[in-house]
């Protein structure tokens, strides 16, 4: 599920699936205020993904060492550690373009600095689509992205603590992110950030920290801003479930659990990239067409089917595909049939089998049912249906499928599609 705000529109949608990318805009992805529960998150595709702060959760009190003044003398191993966890899931998705800043929760950040940071996100994003911004401004192919993680705070959570006037922000900025909200219910907006935004012609501003804003405001001037805080209020140990990010301290002290789902905004500017990196030699092949006029055309369409019982297999088929196909991912077969509905094709389609009232095969049934005029390639993802020769020959004759591929065995699935690597 995500909240959506469709170009020329004031309101958010709420919707499993948001509707394909209007032309000449550019797909934002706002998420906020994870602490450390990253990993329970289904995110929806996108252009470029936003972070806007608390990654982590008291890592002042847990995981530095700070002097009698309050400044951070150094970062103990394990919050090192938090950080590493973060960035391997966060390089792993595949949006084109990822940004993330610190937040009040995160002094270990502030603590290693923005180099070390910066190199832990390149660790694990080797394509180099993470950054980390630290009150500065990013190209991403044409789309001018501005973070800054400073605000004044009321807690012993006060990593970043400064008010900045944002005169410094450079203009033509597209999107501003910061982890203090512009504005919020019931109250003015802050005078600073509003005139930034004004001033450099900013599209839309994204924030965090107040869990309880969750949701779309607006400016004086008119200017959209989403507070994309994803976690809900403090809990007690008691009140906490299995599986956390950091259970020791949790398990101590109480933490956050997910509640709101991340928000998607298409922005009215149109990024500058290049549709066809890599094409793969037998594209003409896939497409029904020959290959110079696959080499034409703009980034053919890939779907991923998987489930969230397998949470790890489509974000490392689409980090490694995204550079040649332009992917998308669906965990539930109501919003894959939605998007077919909507008028969506795709070229490429991976597959995997599901679970009970959530499979595959409806999926290449629905696939083949809508997309009589596009030819598909399609190939399912299971180690359960490559052993099984019976089922192999049911869905070829039925579906049409071209591949069966098992666990472990991608490299198959890449020389199928003859991906350059």
């Known amino acids: 599920m995500s909240f959506y705000l469709a170009p020329n529109t ?107 940071c910066q190199k832990i996100l390149d660790h694990h994003c080797p394509d180099a689509s993470a950054r980390y911004l630290c009150h500065e401004a990013v190209d991403c192919d044409g789309v001018k992205v501005f973070g800054s993680p400073y605000g004044s705070w009321g807690s012993h959570n006060d990593a970043f603590m400064l008010d900045p006037d944002y005169t410094d922000m450079p203009n033509g900025v597209d999107v501003m992110i910061t982890h203090k909200p512009c504005i919020l219910p019931k109250k003015d907006e802050k005078h600073a950030m509003a005139t930034a935004l004004s001033r450099t012609g900013a599209k839309l501003h994204v924030s965090g920290h107040c869990h309880w804003a969750n949701g779309l405001y607006y400016t004086k001037a008119g200017i959209p801003c989403v507070v994309a805080s994803i976690c809900g209020s403090w809990k007690s140990p008691c009140e906490l479930g299995d599986g956390r990010g950091d259970p020791e301290w949790d398990n101590r002290r109480g933490g956050y659990s997910t509640k709101y789902p991340p928000i998607v905004v298409d922005i009215p500017v149109a990024m500058n990239v290049q549709r066809v990196a890599k094409v793969p030699t037998n594209m003409g092949k896939l497409l029904g067409c020959s290959q110079p006029q696959a080499e034409a055309l703009s980034k053919p369409k890939l779907l991923v089917f998987c489930p969230s019982n397998d949470a790890e297999t489509a974000p490392r088929l689409m980090n490694t595909l995204s550079n040649t196909f332009d992917c998308t991912h669906f965990a539930h077969v109501d919003d894959a049939i939605a998007a077919f509905q909507h008028g969506e094709r795709f070229n490429v389609a991976i597959c995997k089998l599901g679970v009970q009232g959530n499979l595959g095969v409806d999926v290449m049934e629905a696939l083949r049912s809508t997309h009589t005029n596009t030819p598909v390639s399609l190939i399912v993802h299971s180690a359960t249906a490559a052993k099984r020769e019976d089922k192999q020959a049911k869905w070829r004759q039925q579906y049409g499928v071209e591949l069966f591929v098992d666990h472990g065995c991608e490299d198959v699935l890449y020389q199928h599609l003859a991906f350059p690597q």
């Open 10 to 116: 004031t309101r958010l949608q709420h919707t499993r699936t948001p509707p394909p990318c209007p032309p000449a805009c550019t797909r934002i992805v706002c998420i906020s205020d994870t602490h450390n529960e990253h990993h329970a998150l289904d995110l929806p595709h996108g252009d470029i993904l936003v972070h806007a702060g608390d990654v982590l959760t008291e890592s002042g009190l847990r995981h530095v060492k700070r002097g009698p003044d309050g400044t951070i003398k150094s970062v103990n191993p394990e919050g090192t550690q938090l950080f590493e966890r973060f960035a391997e899931w966060f390089g792993a998705l595949p949006h084109r373009h990822k940004i993330v800043i610190g937040g009040n929760h995160d002094l270990v950040l502030e603590g290693l600095g923005p180099k070390k």
